[in-house]
């Protein structure tokens, strides 16, 4: 008996791994140029692949329990290409695989060929889309953000963003505490912590952040999505340093990639809100349907463009941006990431919203059929 006896007819990862399969297909001559041809062999890059697809679909906390639930699970071994007693792999073969994978961008390989499937191509708008970001919480203690070794030499690049300061802390353990140990007691306040004069020692492209007045500071990395607006599917990701003006930065960097040949829409919160950030959408043949901000200003957006239809439109459908977002760090896992540095981070972060794409695909496909 095999695996693929045992997993039923119907079941969902069926009509995704068919999806999977044929973009993994179309990248076989990517991997051919990681993967050297002398030596022993490796572990196949579409396995490992098919693996971290796997640990998103069903919100596995660890590749080591990945390994674990793969030792038993015949389903998960028919996903992943294995047969039924073949051996598993050591948690370790990721580490230098991811490295190899992340050198070559294979992530965001992956989610341009899923896109570029033609039953996928289908579904998708070329005149309309949406862009958000969000905060990722980095794998680092706030305990780690210590002043920097060379302060005047060395300020962080960008502002604080929203806000990269902390209330003050001697630095010292509070009066009969011991000093000193692994994870010793401190006192923050008083101490006055900032991007500029402070960073991680576990993770140095983490910031400190907070959504508004009021909300706690966190060490976090910024994630950003470019939504399509017909059926609401991911088409570019990009992740940056968490600062106040990230969001508008990597907004324009993925719609310059789009690289469209006509006039297209792109809806946005409040935040984008920004009269430079509105010229340069229109320098590059966007229309901003941004949400007006009247908080005490002018806003950039006036008549020309909310008397339209399309502009509501826009308004509505740009919040469902917020699903994929919800996806990605309830059942994706990461509302806290398991890596460190902006390029780890980012490369898992585009991987987990190819597989939000992939959970929705194959009922789309259905109804489009």
Known sequence: MSCEARVPADHPLRAIRAIVDEALEAL???FDKLYSRHGR????PEKLLRALLLQAFFTIRSERQLMEQMDYNLMFRWFAGLSMDAPIWDVTVFTKNRERLQEGDIAAKFLAALLSQPRVTALLSEDHFSVDGTLIEAWASIKGFKP???RADSPDKGDDGGSGSVPPASGAA???KPAGGRNAERDFHGEKRSNRTHASTSDPDARLYKKGRGAAARLCHMGHFLMENRHGLIVDTE???????AEREAALSMLRRRNARHRITVAADKAYDVAGFVADLRSIKVTPHVAQNTTNRRSAIDGRTTRHAGYALSQRIRKR?????GWI?????LSKTRHRGTERVGWSFTLT???CNLIRLPKLIEIKG
């Open 28 to 30: 076989s001559p990517e």
């Open 174 to 176: 509070p009066e009969g």
């Open 41 to 44: 062999p490796s572990i196949p």
């Open 329 to 333: 760090k309830t059942c994706g896992g």
């Open 239 to 245: 992740l940056t340093l968490a600062t106040g003006t």
């Open 148 to 150: 920097k070794a060379d």
């Open 321 to 325: 941006i917020e699903e994929g977002f």
């Open 353 to 355: 919203a190819a597989a």
